[in-house]
């Protein structure tokens, strides 16, 4: 997959729908990777979410709407796929500093935001190591549900993140420290892309079971693959997983023979050790198959 090829499409189908209710879904198979790290490459190149991009396209093209039409702003709002004029009007005004109706009356400064366009930079230049790994199915237990790939302001954890964390993740520990329910080579485990709902990638946040679960935790199966194993060096935490599958996308697959196994969830393993250190190690693995 041309990755750079895979971007721009996007853009271009975004720009097509914005009347239109779009997936996430949708566009990652545009990249051929999972919702999860379609929207991880997505944020790193673009620097905002798609969703903010969506909306900031959206706005944008809601004032010409507003200056060159008559057409009524309940159903300027409808078409860009808001549910109301309210939540319109307070969107507007939070980018453009101006509420829709002032618009058609005074001269005003507004914003726009035009399409973006991904180009072709010089990369590389620096190792990135790998191994690959084939593992027969194994099951995770812990907790699962529809994860978001946006953090609240401030956070550097997804909200599923921050409940496993907070109520679960405390649980799956004897008093002495030792994991009672973790098995080798993993701690702690984020499994993402099971089947998506609505453009939401649905998710498992736990460990490599063994036993039985504690009441309230889920078991997912991972199927046997393939998979190639990129180690992080960086603290963990949201702020730093981007970059790192921006490179594995764009600069390790375009070159390795292999592409993604899309029919099986990538996951992010996270060994014990103060996982705020600098020289802290996290892996991410992804599933691959050799292209035909």
Known sequence: MDYLQGMNQVVAYIEENLTEQIRHETLARMVGCSVYEFSRIFSFLAEMSVSEYIRRRRLSQAVFDLQH???????????????SPTTFT????????ATPSSV???SIPLKTYPPIT?????????????????????QIMGLSGYDTAECAPGETLTPLWREFMDHYNPRLWNGGGTASYYTAPFWQVGAYQFQSQDGK???????????????????ETIPAATWAVFPVVSPAGIDHVPAAYTRILTEWFPASGYRRD????????????????????????IPVVSRE
């Open 201 to 219: 990638t649905r998710t498992i946040i736990g460990a490599q079971y063994r036993g039985e679960a504690p009441e309230g935790m889920a078991i």
């Open 90 to 97: 307070r969107a507007f005004k939070e980018l453009h500093g």
């Open 118 to 138: 991904f180009h072709l930079t010089i990369k590389g230049g620096t190792a990135m190591e790998f191994r690959i790994e084939k593992r027969e199915s194994f």
């Open 104 to 106: 058609r009356k005074e």
């Open 262 to 285: 899309t029919s099986v969830p990538n996951l992010e393993v996270f060994p014990a050790g103060n996982a705020s250190s600098a020289e802290y190690t996290w892996e991410i693995w």
């Open 69 to 83: 039409s008559d057409e009524k702003i309940v159903d300027i709002a409808l078409k860009y796929c808001y549910e």
